[in-house]
């Protein structure tokens, strides 16, 4: 699994539209929202982190304004690149 987030420098219009909708629906104590997406890659035989790494870098995030991470299921460790 890839998650791709803007990075925290970045403004994030779809999150402040979020976090500016809050109090109208009784949500005060929420000071930030991004909004990111989240892509599920599944290998034949044992994943490939490096492959996945290629993958999410030249294809799923712009590394200019984002930033990804890279989660195996199986094993629940976590890498970020």
Do not use: C, W, Y
Not at 9 to 28: F, H, K, M, S, Y
Request: charged share 30%; hydrophobic share 45%.
């Amino acid at each position: 699994m890839v998650d791709v987030m803007l990075k925290p420098e970045i403004l994030d219009p779809q999150g402040q539209a979020v976090a500016n909708a809050l109090p109208r629906l009784g949500v005060t104590d929420v000071s930030s929202v991004r909004i990111g997406r989240r892509i599920e890659i599944e290998f034949d035989g044992t994943p490939d982190l490096d492959r996945a790494r290629e993958i999410a870098d030249k294809l799923l995030a712009n590394p200019v304004i984002e930033d990804f991470t890279i989660h195996v299921h199986e094993d629940a460790t976590a890498e970020v690149a």
